[in-house]
Nanobody
Framework: QVQLVESGGGLVQAGGSLRLSCAAS????????MGWFRQAPGKEREFIAS????????NLAESVKGRFTISRDNAQNTGFLQMNRLNPEDTAVYYC???????????WGQGTQVTVSL
């Protein structure tokens, strides 16, 4: 099992930035990949970004490319999502998730609210 705790959400004005963190504990040595997802009210959860834990291979959704950056600190077992040039359409609950090799995302954090105002 892996436990994930997100932090860093909040209220920000359009054009501003936030940095989300996802602290992992438990079987962290087995983490293959960490991902970030978001869910806005009335919408389905959507993929935002992912990073492989060892090679740091990243993948970003088209909607956030050029604005968001994903990274991780293995020593602290923590992943990060740097979000720049935020706009109201980025308002959502953001979740981090992790998976083992060959498995789907099985471990999820509790989510952190990001609200972008005009």
């Amino acid at each position: 099992q892996v436990q994930l705790v997100e932090s860093g959400g909040g209220l920000v004005q359009a054009g501003g930035s936030l940095r989300l963190s996802c602290a992992a504990s438990g079987r962290t040595w087995n983490i293959y990949e960490m991902g970030w997802f978001r869910q806005a009210p009335g919408k389905e959860r959507e993929f935002i970004a992912s990073i492989t834990w060892l090679r740091r291979t990243t993948n970003l959704a088209e909607s956030v490319k050029g604005r968001f950056t994903i990274s991780r600190d293995n020593a602290q077992n923590t992943g990060f999502l740097q979000m720049n040039r935020l706009n109201p359409e980025d308002t959502a609950v953001y979740y981090c998730a992790s998976k083992f090799f060959g498995r789907p995302y099985e471990f999820w954090g509790q989510g952190t609210q990001v609200t972008v105002s005009l």
